[in-house]
């Protein structure tokens, strides 16, 4: 039976499903205890902070990180602002933003800007999904996205 073995980025060192597996108990709770972690993959308490420290050392993990307010939550929320200029918006635009269920509410607006659209996705990739889907529309002139970096007020519950 092969082995699988992933390369991490930094250095080339090669990574077997042991270290694969506490990388990932890591990022879901870099505060859990070892011997948590040894339980997840199988192994010794002892052999799993041998090789949390061999993969620190060696680069592959280079730290752990504090995260603050919105930046804590399970999301990422953005405001993205669309010009259009074509037929009508609601025939060519809202087709293809309804197609993304991160997009929680669409507003035609007066002024430069005809939509502006707030986004409420797990990750950055997914607004970024949503982003290229916009650029691919004909007419589509300007895409403007504001990341929501605080909320101060929320009348609306959400």
């Keep these: 039976m092969a082995q699988t073995l992933k390369y ?10 042991f270290d694969q597996l506490i990388i990932e108990a890591l990022s879901k ?6 011997a948590a972690i040894a339980e997840q993959v199988n192994l010794s308490r002892s052999a799993v902070s041998e090789r949390i420290k061999k993969l620190e050392q060696n680069g592959t993990i280079k730290g752990y ?3 603050l307010r919105e930046s804590e939550k399970d999301h990422v929320a953005a405001l993205i602002e669309i010009q259009y200029f074509g037929a009508k918006c609601e025939e ?3 087709p293809v933003i309804t197609r993304f269920p991160e997009v929680k509410q669409c507003f035609a607006v007066s002024g430069d800007t005809d939509l502006i659209i707030y986004v409420r996705a797990e990750n950055m990739q997914k607004i970024m ?4 889907a916009l650029n691919e529309i004909e007419g589509v002139t300007k895409i403007k996205t504001h990341v929501v970096m605080n909320e101060w007020i929320n009348r609306l519950g959400a």
């Design 8 to 17: 991490s980025l930094l250095g080339m060192n090669i990574l077997d499903k």
């Design 92 to 94: 060519v635009v809202i």
């Design 29 to 34: 709770d870099a505060r859990q205890p070892v």
């Design 65 to 67: 990180q504090v995260l």
């Design 129 to 132: 999904q949503l982003y290229e």
